[in-house]
């Protein structure tokens, strides 16, 4: 059973920086899209990046357009751990983060195609 668990959300002010992390376990398909999207009250579930790792190993990143000029998406070797660089961070940023998965398929931004999902961290960027 795939398990996602987000960790390093919390309360900044306006301009700092976060870095979020998503550790994997259960994970074995080699295809797969992991994901990266967040969700403040009132509005919908906002994709921010996208991970596709083919069956060979490589991966691709996929930005949401908004979102590429201050948040950069990494993961380890392993491919077991995502992470998510946030920069200049701003009070709109303020939303609960979280990551999915989507395994042996192919990268989407909509989040009824990802089945994995994880409990989701808060950002709270103040001004």
């Known amino acids: 059973q795939v398990q996602l668990v987000e960790s390093g959300g919390g309360s900044v002010q306006a301009g700092g920086s976060l870095r979020l992390s998503c550790a994997a376990s259960g994970y074995t398909a080699s295809r797969n899209c992991r994901a990266w999207f967040r969700h403040a009250p009132g509005e919908e579930r906002e994709g921010i990046a996208l991970?596709?790792?083919?069956?060979?190993?490589?991966?691709?990143?996929y930005y949401a357009d908004s979102m590429k000029d201050r948040f950069t998406v990494s993961q380890d070797n392993a491919k077991t751990t995502l992470y998510q660089q946030m920069n200049n961070l701003k009070p709109e940023d303020s939303a609960m983060y979280y990551c999915?998965?989507?395994?042996?398929?192919?990268?989407?931004?909509?989040?009824?195609?990802?089945?994995?999902w994880g409990q989701g961290t808060q950002v709270t960027v103040s001004s």
């Open positions: 999915a998965a989507r395994l042996n398929n192919y990268c989407s931004w909509n989040t009824v195609d990802f089945p994995v």
């Open positions: 991970i596709y790792t083919g069956d060979g190993g490589g991966s691709n990143t």
